[in-house]
T-cell receptor, first 118, second 113 residues
Framework: AQKITQTQPGMFVQEKEAVTLDCTYDTSDPSYGLFWYKQPSSGEMIFLIYQGSYDQQNATEGRYSLNFQKARKSANLVISASQLGDSAMYFCAMREGISSGSARQLTFGSGTQLTVLP | EAQVTQNPRYLITVTGKKLTVTCSQNMNHEYMSWYRQDPGLGLRQIYYSMNVEVTDKGDVPEGYKVSRKEKRNFPLILESPSPNQTSLYFC????????????FGQGTRLTVV
């Protein structure tokens, strides 16, 4: 079974508008972390935002926020006021067993290609 | 500057010719891993290492080897590359047991003909 599901292979958004990229996850571990990465056309992986399973509040980092709905097992990324430079591939990832003291692998979704239109 | 460095960035090789992709990090991270990225599949972990001389298989280890003789280096070895190993490869490092992100190298685009 897929541990991380990103159901939107591609998304378009008008510049200056907000966009939500969907991510659902599957785990039985009570302790886990959720990450979003951006991959521009140049190829590098850029960390955007992190949400811990025990965090009470949704994570925010500048124009990025994470809409964390634990009961639904979803961790959607919201980008406010989209810019042309936001055009990229976006990956949702999960690491289980954070509290175990060992760094487990990051499991990635298949990604969403976001295109910001001028 | 904190970074993960991979070399080479681009490589075209022929089937069966052994190759090594190097990875080095300067952050004193215990945990290092290798991923391959293929269209529609995201990133899949090949091998990981929890510390020096401690390595283990990820989700797609077949056809690959790794070693961790020093904390900073984690090379990926393809003993006999095949065309299905054509992919974009990433090395990553992080602190274990923390909630910090993984730091990725720039990627190595490998083509096996």
């Amino acid at each position: 079974a897929q541990k991380i599901t990103q159901t939107q292979p591609g998304m378009f958004v008008q510049e200056k508008e907000a966009v939500t990229l969907d991510c659902t996850y599957d785990t039985s571990d009570p302790s886990y972390g959720l990450f979003w990465y951006k991959q521009p056309s140049s190829g590098e992986m850029i960390f955007l935002i992190y949400q811990g399973s025990y965090d009470q509040q949704n994570a925010t980092e500048g124009r990025y926020s994470l809409n964390f709905q634990k009961a639904r097992k979803s961790a959607n990324l919201v980008i406010s006021a989209s810019q042309l430079g936001d055009s990229a591939m976006y990956f949702c990832a999960m690491r289980e067993g954070i509290s175990s003291g060992s760094a487990r692998q990051l499991t990635f979704g298949s990604g969403t290609q976001l295109t910001v239109l001028p | 500057e904190a970074q993960v460095t991979q070399n080479p960035r681009y490589l075209i090789t022929v089937t069966g010719k052994k190759l090594t992709v190097t990875c080095s990090q300067n952050m004193n991270h215990e945990y290092m891993s290798w991923y391959r990225q293929d269209p529609g599949l995201g990133l899949r972990q090949i091998y990981y290492s929890m510390n020096v001389e401690v390595t283990d298989k990820g989700d797609v280890p077949e056809g690959y080897k790794v070693s961790r003789k020093e904390k900073r280096n984690f090379p990926l070895i393809l003993e006999s590359p095949s065309p299905n190993q054509t992919s974009l490869y990433f090395c990553a490092s992080s602190l274990p047991g923390t909630n910090t992100e993984a730091f990725f190298g720039q990627g190595t685009r490998l083509t096996v003909v």
